[in-house]
């Protein structure tokens, strides 16, 4: 099995070295040119804009027709054919996603056509200027002034390209080629049980830098001592070799200055005394700074210490339960991906309502916001990669989408308190290549960060001839540090009267999550507890499972799924389900339910 891994990292070195340009750490305390607003957009079914008419794509010719959407052509005399014009197309607003924004979006997968113009008023040759996404999903083909900067792929993670040697000071012009259909090969693949938002559904800036920045920066407590600070700095640029760095933390008296080596990087630590820690009853902020000769910015990091014990979770060396609660990035009440502050601000306020110090970003990455305000609200937080259900395992150029979507999250997070917990996957079918997957994510994932826990949300199932015990068999707990699984006792199978027999086995020494229970109620609608879809059903489960799973002598956390009601094309029953998962302990009206109260007592009692 080793063999299978080394083999495979090997194979992989082809793929992964192409991956996108380096990203730009903590953009969000730079002052960047927002490009959010209306863009003008076509709707592509054919992919007309993309291809031409023997289907070959246009960006791959040296000469491409009229026809390649991306030139942004206008008919240079009346005689002239151009069939399409993005100044008299409609718009859409960035962010957003398009289906939420346009009827006749609603149910569209496929290609979407985004045009934006903008000046640079205060254009400087000697600056170099980077277009950024916050996220685009799923594929991103990208444009300035005609010439293509690069694509994307993963719809939930940030991404940016250079381009100074395009742009000027009046009538630039961006256009991105969107595409959101779902494919076999792709991460997340062909089914998922949520909706497949497509657009631009972060924000858009343009970042003006000097000609060498600071690209990307850690700062962080190391993994087993919390005297001591470590991080590492990358400057981007023809000055990064040989040049100063300076880190202030002001509040504690703290000022050094190190210097990078001949690629502009640079490895530190150095011993820090009196930190008052972050944790979720004190989300204590510091502000950091950072200078060079060229650059400045500055950050608010947390500092805290996450590990396990045997069983247990230790938050600062002190063990910490995890009460928790599953979240979609949705905000039902406008409808449609949450993005912003507000959304963020929403949702997070709805747990701690609930009571809880833990939120699951299910099933992908969430907006940066979210992290921010958790930094700030003292939220622990699990982040997922988006490998769901049956990813192609053997395909290399699916691992290194989902390792690249992988990278891409830990980079843009890894300066964030709250995060805790890196999840490689949600309910992956077991086999051997989805070991060697599962195992090779883990592995890059501790490379770059091994301050934080590696999980994944595993199965459960019944033990043979033995009827009331659940046990988890998988080659892939013995890899995590926290084993977590997902089980529906009372819903997918099993009734829900007899959860209270039900007993979990687990042999292994390490601390448990459950990632989710659950069971589908209509908001509003009210029969006995043994009837599906009412609210008494939900809470009756809710009753007997609680009680049920605190007996688990290992269990350190748990997440209900799910916060609230969410759109899924899998949920068509009339009149319960009607296109929503039904699990929410929120409805999309924004009513609670019976058993998010019976949650909310659970977490004030739980010690
Ligand atoms: C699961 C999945 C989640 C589904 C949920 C359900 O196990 O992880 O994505 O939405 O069950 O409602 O069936």
Redesign the pocket.
């Known amino acids: 099995m080793i063999k299978q891994i080394l083999s495979f990292s090997f194979l992989l070195f082809s793929i992964v070295a192409n991956a996108n340009e380096p990203l730009i750490h903590n953009n969000f305390s730079r002052e960047g040119i927002s490009l959010n607003g209306k863009w003008h957009y076509i709707v592509d079914v054919y992919e007309t804009g993309y291809y031409n008419y023997r289907r070959k794509p246009h960006d791959d010719s040296e000469n491409p027709g009229a026809g390649a959407f991306y030139l942004n052509k206008k008919p240079k005399d009346k005689m002239e054919l151009v069939e399409y014009n993005f100044d008299l197309a409609p718009t859409l607003l960035v962010p957003g996603d398009w289906n939420s924004q346009k009827e006749k979006l609603f149910y569209y997968e496929g290609s979407l056509w985004y045009k934006k113009s903008f000046d640079l008023p205060d254009y400087n040759p000697e600056k170099r200027y980077f277009l950024h996404f916050g996220a685009v999903n799923y594929r991103a083909d990208v444009y300035v002034n005609g010439k293509k900067l690069g694509m994307h792929k993963g719809g939930f993670t940030p991404f940016n390209f250079e381009m100074s040697h395009l742009v000027k000071q009046k009538d630039n012009f961006v256009i991105v080629r969107v595409d959101n259909k779902r494919a076999a090969d792709e991460v997340p693949t062909l089914n ?3 909706w497949n938002y497509g657009g631009i559904t972060r924000d858009v800036t343009i970042y003006e830098l000097n000609k060498t920045f600071i690209q990307d920066y850690s700062l962080q407590l190391a993994k087993d001592n919390a005297g001591i600070m470590t991080g590492y700095f990358q400057l981007d640029g023809a000055g990064k070799s040989n040049s100063k760095v300076n880190v202030s933390i002001p509040e504690l008296k703290i000022e050094k200055s190190f210097t990078t080596d001949e690629n502009g990087y640079l490895k530190f630590q150095f011993p820090v005394k009196k930190l008052k820690f972050w944790s979720d009853k004190s989300p204590k902020l510091y502000h950091v700074e950072f200078s060079t000769e060229d650059d400045q910015l500055s950050d608010e990091i947390g500092f805290r210490t996450i590990a396990t014990k045997g069983s247990d979770i230790l938050l600062n060396g002190e063990v910490v339960f995890l009460k928790g609660i599953c979240m979609h990035e949705e905000n039902v009440m406008r409808g449609g991906r949450a993005h912003s502050m507000e959304d963020a601000q929403m949702l997070l306020n709805w747990t701690k309502e609930l009571g809880c110090n833990f939120v699951r970003l ?2 992908y990455p969430h907006n940066e916001n979210m992290l921010r305000l958790a930094d700030k609200m003292g939220i622990l937080v699990w982040e997922e990669n988006p490998v ?1 259900w049956t990813i192609q395992w053997e395909n290399l150029e699916t691992y290194a989408n989902a390792e690249n979507q992988l990278k891409e999250v830990i980079s843009r997070d890894k300066n964030r308190a709250s995060v805790i917990i890196w999840s490689m996957a ?2 992956t079918p077991q086999t051997d290549a989805r070991f060697v997957f599962l195992s090779n994510l883990a592995k890059t994932a501790r490379s770059i960060d091994n301050t934080r826990l590696i999980s994944a ?1 595993l199965e459960d199932h019944g033990k043979k001839g033995e009827q009331n015990t659940m046990i988890v068999e998988d080659k892939f707990a013995e890899v995590v540090d926290v084993l977590s699984f ?1 089980q ?1 006792y009372g819903w ?1 199978g099993g009734e829900v009267d007899n959860i209270k027999n039900i007993r979990w086995e687990v042999d292994l020494d390490k601390p448990i999550i459950i990632s ?1 229970f ?1 069971a ?1 109620a209509l908001q509003g609608f009210h029969a006995d507890s043994l009837t599906r879809w009412s609210e008494e059903f939900q809470e009756l489960l809710y009753k007997e499972t609680l009680p049920t799973l605190d007996k688990i002598p290992q269990l350190s956390g748990i997440t209900p ?2 916060l609230a009601d969410f759109r ?1 094309p899998r949920r068509m029953l009339i009149p319960y389900q009607d296109g929503w ?1 039904r ?1 929410g302990l929120i409805s999309e009206t924004g009513n609670r339910k019976k058993a998010f109260y019976t949650l909310q007592e659970f977490y004030r009692n739980k010690k």
Do not use: L, P, R, V
Request: negative net charge.
């Open positions: 998922t049980d949520w299910a099933h769901y949600n309910e949300a997902n529906y997918y989710e659950g589908g799924w799910i899924s998962n699990k």
